[in-house]
T-cell receptor, first 114, second 113 residues
Framework: DVKVTQSSRYLVKRTGEKVFLECVQDMDHENMFWYRQDPGLGLRLIYFSYDVKMKEKGDIPEGYSVSREKKERFSLILESASTNQTSMYLC?????????????FGQGTRLTVV | EDQVTQSPEALRLQEGESSSLNCSYTVSGLRGLFWYRQDPGKGPEFLFTLYSAGEEKEKERLKATLTKKESFLHITAPKPEDSATYLCAVQAGEGGGADGLTFGKGTHLIIQP
């Protein structure tokens, strides 16, 4: 079974802190994604990566950055956390483009910024 | 811009009462349509992928169908454990990029014993 593991289920951070959310997948997937999920807004794509050291902005990249130094690991960075970044963050992975396939999700990290 | 609309937003059924959830979409070049189940506080769990109009997939009490404009998730004789939020997503575009999925807002399904 595909496994996507996010480093924390719950996080509480202070405004202005630098926050790292880590995600690891064990299926050798080329593609990795970060989404946030908010009530009434659904899932929105923040960033994605289709290869090591490659990244592309999604629909809402402002206030976020990402890092992919190894194929299996994709990190989301909040440079200076703000209260409007309180949300559920979801990491996903999938096979490369050109192969029509589903994305598998981690269990989510619920981040609260106070 | 790709759009995915799910209806109804919420649905309450009695155990054994069959129904359907709708997902209508507007995309430029559909590569795939996906159904996920999400339990409270957890990540989405993959259910089905549909690639072309006329395609159908089944799993236990769930059956997904696809037309050129919409997809249905049919639930036959549901049980309380089928209660969850069901998400529809599309992967679109004709380029080779690793485009993310565009999600609908989901249908919150409650099955009462």
């Amino acid at each position: 079974d595909v496994k996507v593991t996010q480093s924390s289920r719950y996080l509480v951070k202070r405004t202005g802190e630098k926050v790292f959310l880590e995600c690891v997948q064990d299926m050798d997937h080329e593609n990795m994604f970060w989404y946030r999920q908010d009530p009434g807004l659904g899932l929105r794509l923040i960033y994605f990566s289709y290869d090591v050291k490659m990244k592309e902005k999604g629909d809402i990249p402002e206030g976020y950055s990402v890092s992919r130094e190894k194929k299996e690991r994709f990190s989301l960075i909040l440079e200076s956390a703000s209260t409007n970044q309180t949300s559920m963050y979801l990491c996903a992975s999938s096979l490369p483009p050109g192969m029509r396939t589903e994305a598998f999700f981690g269990q989510g990290t619920r981040l609260t910024v106070v | 811009e790709d759009q995915v609309t799910q209806s109804p937003e919420a649905l309450r059924l009695q155990e054994g009462e069959s129904s359907s959830l709708n997902c209508s979409y507007t995309v430029s070049g559909l590569r795939g349509l996906f159904w996920y189940r999400q339990d409270p506080g957890k990540g989405p769990e993959f259910l089905f992928t549909l690639y072309s109009a006329g395609e159908e997939k089944e799993k236990e009490r769930l059956k997904a169908t696809l037309t050129k404009k919409e997809s249905f998730l049919h639930i036959t004789a549901p049980k309380p454990e089928d209660s969850a939020t069901y998400l529809c997503a599309v992967q679109a575009g004709e380029g080779g990029g690793a485009d993310g999925l565009t999600f609908g807002k989901g249908t919150h399904l409650i099955i009462q014993p």
